[in-house]
């Protein structure tokens, strides 16, 4: 019988920009009760004078990621994306790289990718203090590999 893969087994890494400017560390994404892709396929639909049926083709995508967290103090992703939040940062201030990896892969397989980061709601929750909004597709997809040396609280991407 095949083994269901876990969602744990499933890990985000946010791009903190460094001091400076020259790069991004990415930490592994803690707290997060909500990360999930949507796809969101752009359809090209027709129907030809000689035919009964419809036709469709999917002509693009336009992923997005929503996401949710509790905020945590001292959290390098947190603060980041609360810094966008509360300075309603646009453009290129708004743009952040992830990195999933699929620990399931004896490989670390990973895929890095640049998002704009939409912020959407804050406050919520009774408990904790609660942040949500999307990270909407900015770039290209480039597939690789990560690697850590901290037990996967950070990671280094390398492209394949």
């Known amino acids: 019988m ?7 087994k499933k890990l985000a890494f946010y791009g903190v920009p460094s001091e400076g400017g020259s790069g991004y560390t990415f930490f592994r994404m803690k707290g997060f009760d909500e990360i999930s892709t949507a796809k969101n396929p752009k359809e ?19 992923p997005s990621i929503s996401f949710g967290f509790d905020r945590f103090q001292g959290d390098a992703v947190h603060d980041d994306i609360i810094s966008i939040f ?9 743009v952040r790289p992830i990195i999933m ?15 704009s ?11 904790a203090y609660k942040y ?23 990671c280094t991407f390398e492209e394949i």
């Not at 095949?2 to 744990?8: G, P, T």
């Not at 509360?86 to 708004?94: I, L, P, R, S, T």
């Not at 980061?117 to 408990?127: R, T």
């Not at 949500?132 to 996967?152: I, L, M, Q």
């Open 117 to 127: 980061v939409i912020a959407e709601n804050e406050g919520s929750g009774m408990d």
């Open 132 to 154: 949500s909004g999307t990270f909407r597709v900015k770039g290209e997809k480039v597939f690789g590999k990560a690697v850590s040396s901290d037990d996967w609280q950070t």
């Open 86 to 94: 509360n300075h309603e940062k646009v453009g290129a201030d708004a």
């Open 44 to 62: 090209y639909s027709r129907q030809y004078i000689d035919e009964e049926f419809e036709q469709t083709d999917v002509v693009a995508y336009t």
């Open 101 to 115: 990896v699929d620990m399931a892969d004896d490989e670390k397989g990973a895929v890095k990718r640049d998002f």
């Open 2 to 8: 095949a083994e269901i893969i876990k969602r744990y």
